[in-house]
């Protein structure tokens, strides 16, 4: 664990144009703490502080200020790379996890990871990683703070939708004391509490009801009830039109009583099977991702398998009940 955040405000002190990037499938915390960084960057008088994602950004993001100007996958297919001084990858283990936007790092003089993840392996001029915060938008937090920054308005709204993204609203097991005193300074900043809370963890598209519906009527049990499954075939999501709402789908796998692991997999292209996984307590599901060459954190984790899907369920199942034996003893 490193946090050097004297140099990191160095560097971003030292640099005028700034490239942000973060993770594909971008959640809360990728697009709340990359948001935080741009508001801050432009505060300070920089001359552009650029968030990108090679992906769709869901739409229930919309409040954020800026939410406009981030530079998603249609974007990237038009346009060139421009040179920038210093690019910033936030909330990615490794390479993969950034699609495309691994091509900024030939047009920047500089590199800099913020990282919250146990076995971060990217690979920055400087790497700044704490896997004891809940989010980027924690460490951001504690920077803000260590370098008496001024946290307006805006970078409260992105800091907490950060931490309360990752934590499904203050719900999951990673939840921490310092999670909660930030989140009570940044309340105390103005911030619309209910649009972000309501956005991120109550509102579902009229369109997504029917594919939730199959989910919850189709859902299985396993191990004596204490694994719960939801899968998605190929021909539903297309027949429902998912991809983009399969986020907010995550949580109910491992939502019904007696459940420790939750399974969540959609078929996303033929034969593709995009793995989510949460969990209770101790059982780790990132060991289980990583098995798989995925990654995560201990109750929320995620990998992609491809093959016949009986034989991908099974594996899974074996790896998820060997976790939940480790767990035991
Ligand atoms: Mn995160």
């Known amino acids: 664990m490193r946090t050097d955040f004297k140099d990191m405000y160095a560097l971003l002190k030292a640099v005028d144009t700034v490239a942000i990037v973060g993770h594909i499938r971008p959640d809360g915390d990728s697009i709340g703490s990359a948001m935080a960084i741009r508001y801050a960057l432009l505060q300070k008088g920089k001359s552009a502080a650029d968030v990108f994602f090679d992906d769709s950004i869901p739409e229930n993001f919309f409040y954020l200020p800026d939410f406009e100007q981030i530079k998603n996958k249609h974007y990237i297919d038009k346009n060139k790379w421009r040179d920038y001084d210093l690019l910033i990858i936030v909330d990615s283990s490794t390479e993969d ?35 004891n915060h809940v989010a980027i938008g924690a460490m951001l937090y504690e920077f803000f703070i260590e370098t008496t920054l001024e946290i307006t308005k805006d970078i409260a709204t992105a800091l907490y939708t950060s931490m309360a993204t990752d934590t499904g609203c203050f719900v999951q097991a990673n939840t921490t004391s310092y999670a909660h005193r930030a989140a009570a300074v940044l309340i105390d900043k103005g911030i619309d509490i209910e649009t972000i809370n309501y956005n ?42 998912l991809l983009g709402e399969l986020n ?82």
Do not use: W
Not at 100 to 114: M, P, Q, S, W
Not at 266 to 291: C, D, M, Q
Not at 318 to 324: H, M
């Open 97 to 131: 996890r950034i699609g495309r936007c691994t091509e900024l790092r030939n047009h920047a003089k500089k590199v800099l990871v913020i990282d919250h993840h146990q076995n971060t392996t990217i690979e920055g001029d400087m790497v700044v990683v704490n896997p």
């Open 248 to 329: 907010q789908f995550k949580t109910f796998a491992s939502e019904a009583s007696g459940v420790r692991v939750g399974i969540i997999i959609s078929e996303r292209k033929k034969g593709t099977f995009t793995v989510s996984l949460r969990s209770h307590g101790n059982v780790n599901v990132a060991k289980v991702a990583e098995h798989f060459g995925g990654g995560g954190h201990k109750n929320a984790s995620g990998f992609t398998l491809k093959g016949k899907y009986k034989k991908v369920l099974k594996d899974i199942l074996n790896q998820v009940e060997k976790s939940l034996i480790m767990t035991e003893s």
């Open 200 to 241: 991120n963890f109550r509102l579902y598209d009229r369109n997504t009801i029917p594919g939730l519906a199959y989910a919850l009527r189709n859902m299985k049990f396993f191990s004596n009830g204490t694994v719960g499954l939801i899968s998605l075939p190929y021909k539903i999501i297309k027949k429902l039109n």
